[in-house]
C-alpha cells in the first residue's frame, strides 16, 4: 500500500481493508472488517465502529440519476465518530466533531457541518447540503437537493422527497429548505421544495404542504399554523 | 470449492465468502467482505458492494412465519448491481437491469423484474411480486403477499401492512394490490388488501383504508379523491 | 483467546472475531465475518446471521446522551436467532427464545423479553423495558425511556419519540408506556409520554397525542376514539 498514510498512532481492527490514496489522521480507530477505499482522508481523532464502508464511489442502473463527475474521495473531520455498519460515500464532506449512527448511509456531494449527528439508520441523498450543531434523528430521510442550515433539528423516522411528479414527468428536483433552528418532528413528511422558516416547528406526524412562516408552528395533515400550547 | 463457477473474468474483493454451488456470470464484479451462500447464481455484469450477504436461507423464530419449504437459491439477472450492506434471500429472483441500494433488504419468495429500483434501507418481504420498471424509494417498506404491477413507484418511506388484526385473530394475510403505473408518495401508508388503481396516484403522507379508482388522485387521512391541482 | 469459552459444539462461520470474555453456549451457530465484543454471552443453540455486531460498548459525540457508566456485557438468552447486519450493544439483555432481524440495531440499557420479535430494520433506543411475547415490526421505531409490557404489537414503520422539545429546552426524556396488549398500527406516531392502555389499538398512520384508554379504538390525526368496525 504505497500510497497510504496510516499512522504508527492508528488503531486498526482485525481484517481492515484499506486501498489506495487513504490518509489518516492521528490516533484514529478503526473496527473489525472495516472498508476505506480509495481517496478516503480522515482527520485526527475519528473513530470508526464495525464493518463500516467509507469512500464509495456512486454507480446507479442506467434508470438512475447520476452525479456525472468523478467522486473525488471523502474528506472526515477531526474527532468524528462514526458507528458500525455505515457507508458513506466518496465526494463528500463531514465536518469535525460530527457524528455518524450505526447503519447510516451518506451518499456522495454532501456536506455535513461542525458538530452535527446523523442518527442511526438515518439516511441523506446526493446534493444535500447539512450545516452545523444539526441533529437528524434514527430512520430520518434527508433527500437530495436539500438545505439544512445551522441548528436543524430533524426528528426519528422524518421524511421529505425532492420529485414532485413521482418521475412522470420532467421536473427540476427541488428538496426541501430549513432555516436556521426549524425543528422538525417525528414521522413528519416535507413535500418537494417547502420553505421551512426559521425556528419553525413542525408537529409530529404532519404532512407540510407550503411553505411556513419564521417561527412558526405547524400540525396536522396538511399542516396548518397552530398557537403554541406547552 | 469444487461445486462453484467463478470465472476467470470475475472481480472479486477481499476476504470474500463463496459457498458451494454458487455460480457467476462473466465478469461478475464483488465488493469486499460480501457472502455468496449455497445456491446463489448470478448473471454477467452483475456488480455488488461491500458486506452484502446473497442467499440467506430462511429462519425464524418459533413464533414467526415459515414459508415451509426450503428456498431452492437466489438468482440475480445481467447487469443487475447491488449496494454494499444488502441481504438478499434464497428462493428470490431478480430480473436484469436492476438495482438493489445499500442496507436494502429482501426475503424469499420474492420475484422483482427487468429495470426496477429498489431503494438504500428499503424493505421487501416474503411471497410478494414486483414487476418492471418500478421504482421502490429509500427506506419504503414492501409488506408481505403483495403485488406491484409493472412501471409502480414508491415513494420513500411509504409504509403498508398485511394483518389486519395485527396478530389478534386468525386472518389469511393481505397486502396491498398497486396496478399498473401507481404512484404511492413518500411517507404514506397502504391498509392491508387496498387496490390502488392503474395510474393513480397517493399524495405523501396519505393513508389510504380504501380502493382507489383507475388514475384517481387521493389524498389525507383517511385519503379521499381530490380534484388534480398542478 | 484465553479467557473465552467456546464449546466444541459451536458452529462458527469464517473470519469471525470473538474478543476476551465472550462466553458461547452450546452448539451456538455464528455466521461469517460476526463480530463478539468483549463481555458477550451467548446461551444455548443461539444462532447469529453474517456480519452481526454483538457487544458494541456505546459511545457518542460530546453533544449527545451518555449512560454515563461502563455497560457491563451483552447476554441473549436461549435459541434465541438473530440475523445479519444486526447491531447490539453492550449493557442489554435479551430474554429466551427471541428474534431479532437483519439489519436491526439495539442500544445499550435495554431489556427484551422471551419470545419477542424485533423485526428487520427495526430500531430500539437505549434505557428501554421490552416484554414477553411482542412483536416489533420491520422498520419500526422504538425510542428511548420507553415501556412495553408483555404481548404488545409495533406495526411496521411505526414511530415515537421522548423529547417534546426537540432539544430546545431541558426536558425529562419520557418516552411512551404501552400497556398489555396494546397494539399500534403501521406508521403510526406515538408522542412522548403518551400512555396506551392495555388492549388498546392505534390505528394505521394515526398521531397519538394523549392517552389512550383501555381497549380504546383511535384513529386518525390526531387520534380519536372510534368505535371498532370489524
Known amino acids: 500500500m504505497p500510497n497510504n498514510h496510516v499512522p504508527e498512532s492508528a488503531h486498526i481492527g482485525r481484517h481492515v481493508v484499506i486501498e489506495d490514496d487513504v490518509v489518516l489522521g492521528e490516533r484514529v480507530e478503526l473496527g473489525h472488517f472495516c472498508v476505506l477505499l480509495k481517496g478516503t482522508v480522515l482527520g485526527d481523532d475519528v473513530k470508526v465502529g464495525s464493518h463500516t464502508v467509507l469512500g464509495i464511489q456512486p454507480r446507479g442502473s442506467a434508470f438512475m440519476r447520476q452525479t456525472g463527475q468523478a467522486a473525488d474521495g471523502l474528506r472526515v473531520g477531526d474527532r468524528t465518530r462514526i458507528g458500525s455498519h455505515a457507508t458513506i460515500y466518496s465526494g463528500s464532506r463531514i465536518g469535525d466533531d460530527a457524528f455518524v449512527g450505526d447503519h447510516a448511509s451518506i451518499r456522495e456531494a454532501v456536506s455535513i457541518g461542525n458538530g452535527t449527528v446523523v442518527g442511526r439508520g438515518a439516511m441523506i441523498e446526493l446534493n444535500t447540503s447539512i450545516g ?99
Chains 1, 2, 3 share one sequence.
Open 132 to 230: 452545523d450543531r444539526c441533529t437528524i434523528q434514527t430512520l430520518a430521510y434527508v433527500t437530495g437537493d436539500t438545505v439544512l442550515e445551522d441548528g436543524v433539528f430533524i426528528g426519528p423516522c422524518a421524511s421529505m422527497s425532492n420529485d414532485k411528479y413521482m418521475g412522470a414527468k420532467p421536473f427540476e428536483l427541488i428538496g426541501p429548505r430549513l432555516l436556521r433552528g426549524a425543528k422538525i418532528g417525528s414521522n413528519a413528511t416535507l413535500l418537494p421544495g417547502v420553505v421551512i422558516g426559521q425556528g419553525a416547528i413542525v408537529g409530529a406526524g404532519s404532512v407540510v404542504t407550503r411553505n411556513t412562516e419564521t417561527a412558526e408552528l405547524v400540525t396536522g395533515v396538511p399542516a396548518k399554523p397552530r398557537h403554541y400550547v406547552d
